[in-house]
């Protein structure tokens, strides 16, 4: 069959957990016989579309005239006008912009769409923001073939939404089962002696509490905060203030072997999210068998299982990474778990073969 897949920004991957999904399951496609079509956004360059081919996948590409949100969704129409007269059936990954894939239901197109998280429900977005995704989430469980929802609770929550019934297929990740320490050095923390977040720093990851927590403590031991900080942002400023001398904030690192070792050595990994279906950064937290010490609801425990260690405010956070720090049987039981939990559920080959199944049942249907 031939695939188009739209939504992202593009493969190679240099952005989120969808474009590292497309990147992974786009040449996997073409290995398996089939065709695949990716829309790329651009900063620069010709307005397009121009085409181009990378690892055997057609690459059509577009740079929208304006920036931001604007852009995306300028970007967003053009890729759903060029679609329209294409072969094969279309996997959107994400609703933000639903309301114009309307255009490929009057051509009778086939559509599988991958419907996220809960975005109008995130904090950080402003109301005219939320009314948009919450508008956006109705049309596009409606307007969908076939609804995929990466979580048994965003599937339930989708379910609400349409007469569909989703099908539930999680993130994957590949394991890490060894990686290099030298990295660790150029931050000054040694393997085992510390913890780590990588994740956005914004309130509903509730980065400030674990910082605050961990400062809390009387450890010989670093906590790392991946993420971008910046000055202008009241949220970022108040985590930084709140950080104790051993609380290290290296920025964003985009260089996936660096943050493959940072994974694979720490302590723990520190999972703060409050909301949200699989998230990507747990589903590889588990992949480098870590023990998690996750913000307890109903989607973090879903992904990472009941053997690893949860917090609901403050206290309870400082509480679980003493527990992390002093007990070291406990911590091994969380690592085990860890990587039985990503075997059972987050394989790349088995998220990848459930994806391509939903697609050829749409296209026979």
Not at 97 to 110: D, Q, W
Not at 274 to 296: C, K, M, W, Y
Not at 301 to 322: C, I, L, N
Request: with cysteine; hydrophobic share 45%.
């Amino acid at each position: 069959m031939h695939i188009n897949i739209l939504g992202i920004r593009g493969i190679p991957a240099a952005h989120g957990g969808f474009e590292t999904f497309a990147a992974r399951f786009a040449p996997w496609l073409v290995e398996r016989g089939h065709t695949v079509t990716v829309y790329c956004q651009e900063d620069d360059g010709e307005a397009g579309p121009w085409v181009d081919t990378w690892q055997g996948i057609e690459r059509v590409h577009f740079r929208p005239r304006r920036e931001g949100a604007k852009g995306t969704m300028e970007f967003d129409l053009a890729c759903v006008k060029h679609v329209l007269d294409r072969p094969g059936v279309d996997l959107v990954l994400g609703y933000n912009t639903a309301v114009f894939n309307i255009l490929e239901r009057f051509k009778g197109r086939k559509i599988a769409m991958n419907m996220d998280g809960i975005e109008w429900k995130r904090a950080k977005w402003s109301l005219p923001a939320k009314i948009w995704f919450f508008l956006n989430e109705i049309a596009g469980a409606n307007l969908c073939s076939v609804p995929i929802a990466d979580h048994p609770e965003i599937a339930k929550h989708v379910k609400k939404r349409c007469l569909k019934t989703p099908v539930m297929i999680p993130y994957g990740s590949d394991e890490i089962v060894e990686a290099p320490s030298e990295p660790l050095a150029a931050l000054g923390v040694e393997p085992g002696k510390y913890l780590i977040s990588i994740a956005r720093i914004e309130p509903e990851n509730s980065i400030l509490e674990m910082v605050q927590a961990f400062s809390s403590l009387n450890v010989d031991a670093k906590c790392v905060v991946l993420g971008k900080l910046f000055d202008d942002v009241a949220y970022h400023r108040a985590v930084k203030a709140a950080a104790g001398p051993n609380v290290i904030f290296p920025g964003a690192i985009y260089d996936q072997s660096i943050v493959s070792s940072l994974r694979y050595h720490a302590r723990a990994y520190l999972h703060g999210h409050q909301v949200g279906g699989t998230n990507p950064s747990l589903v590889e937290a588990l992949g480098a068998g870590n023990a998690v010490i996750a913000h307890d609801n109903r989607f973090n425990r879903w992904v990472a299982g009941d053997k690893q260690f949860y917090f609901a405010s403050t206290e309870e956070a400082a509480s679980r990474m003493m527990e992390v720090f002093e007990d070291d049987q406990a911590v091994e039981a969380a690592r085990s778990a860890a990587r039985a939990r990503h075997a059972e559920e987050f394989r790349w080959e088995k998220v990848l073969k459930a994806y391509e199944s939903a697609l050829l049942k749409l296209e026979q249907a």
